[in-house]
C-alpha cells in the first residue's frame, strides 16, 4: 500500500524559513517522480514543484520559484521542500504528491497523495 | 498563463447525471486528468488519460476530452458524490501542471 506522510509544517513568521518532508513507502520510490502541491484556506489545487526519478528534471510554480527548492533523498525514500522568504501567501495545506511515472515532465497523472501539512505564514 | 476553468458549482438530484466540463485550453492532444476531493480529505485520482478509470472507481464515473473542452461524467450520482472536482493538465509551454477551478458537487 502506498503511504505518503508530510511533516515538517507549522506556523512561521513572514520572511522565515520551513522545510518540509515526505516520508514514502509502500513502492520502488526511486523509480518514480515527486511532487508538491499545496491547498490555501478554501482555496483551489496549486502544484507548487515536481522533481524526477533522479532529480535530474525540477521545475517550480512561477510563484515559488528562486524561493523554494524541491529535493529528494532516494536511499531514504523522502523528498523535501525547503521553503524560504514565506510569505502570508504562502499559507496552504501542502501535498505530497507520487507521480505515476519517472518523469515530472507531465505525461503521467498525480496517482497518489498525502494527507498534507499545513503551512501557516503569519506574525 | 492558462486558466482552466471550471463551473465553480454543479447540484444534481440522486440518480441522475452529473456533467463537468473543464476549458480554457487548447487540450489538443494532451492528456486531462481528473480528482476527486471529499470533504476533509486529499485529492484522489478520479480518471486519467482523458477516460481511464484506476482500480476502484466505479464505472459511473466516466471522461472525454473533445480538444476545447474535456467533460467529466457521474451518472446514478450517489450521495457520497458530493465532493470538490477538479481536472488538470501539464502545460509543454511553461512545463507547468495546471489544475481547473474546481467545481462543488452537491447531490439535493
Known amino acids: 500500500e502506498v503511504q505518503l506522510v508530510e511533516s515538517g509544517g507549522g506556523l512561521v513568521q513572514p520572511g522565515r524559513s520551513l522545510r518540509l518532508t515526505c516520508a514514502a513507502s509502500?513502492?520502488?520510490?526511486?523509480?518514480?517522480?515527486m511532487h508538491w502541491v499545496r491547498q490555501g484556506p478554501g482555496k483551489g489545487l496549486e502544484w507548487v514543484a515536481g522533481?524526477?526519478?533522479?532529480?535530474?528534471?525540477?521545475g517550480y510554480a512561477d510563484s515559488v520559484k528562486g524561493r523554494f527548492t524541491i529535493s529528494r533523498d532516494n536511499a531514504k525514500n523522502s523528498l523535501h521542500l525547503q521553503m524560504n522568504s514565506l510569505r502570508a501567501e504562502d499559507t496552504a495545506l501542502y501535498y505530497c504528491?507520487?507521480?505515476?511515472?519517472?518523469?515530472?515532465?507531465?505525461?503521467?497523472?498525480?496517482?497518489?497523495w498525502g494527507q498534507g501539512t499545513l503551512v501557516t505564514v503569519s506574525s | 498563463s492558462y486558466v482552466l476553468t471550471q463551473p465553480p458549482s454543479v447540484s444534481v438530484a440522486p440518480g441522475e447525471t452529473a456533467r463537468i466540463t473543464c476549458g480554457g485550453y487548447n487540450f489538443g492532444i494532451k492528456s486531462v486528468h481528473w480528482y476527486r476531493q471529499r470533504p476533509g480529505q486529499a485529492p484522489v485520482l478520479l480518471i486519467y488519460?482523458?477516460?481511464d478509470r484506476p482500480s476502484g472507481i466505479p464505472e459511473r464515473f466516466s471522461g472525454s476530452n473533445s480538444g476545447n473542452t474535456a467533460t467529466l461524467t457521474i451518472s446514478r450520482v450517489e450521495a457520497g458524490d458530493e465532493a470538490d472536482y477538479y481536472c488538470q493538465v501539464w502545460d509543454s509551454t511553461s512545463d507547468h501542471y495546471l489544475f481547473g477551478t474546481g467545481t462543488k458537487v452537491t447531490v439535493l
Open positions: 488519460y482523458d477516460s
Open positions: 522533481i524526477s526519478w533522479n532529480s535530474g528534471s525540477i
Open positions: 509502500g513502492f520502488t520510490f526511486d523509480d518514480y517522480a
Open positions: 504528491i507520487k507521480d505515476g511515472g519517472s518523469d515530472s515532465r507531465g505525461y503521467y497523472p498525480l496517482d497518489y
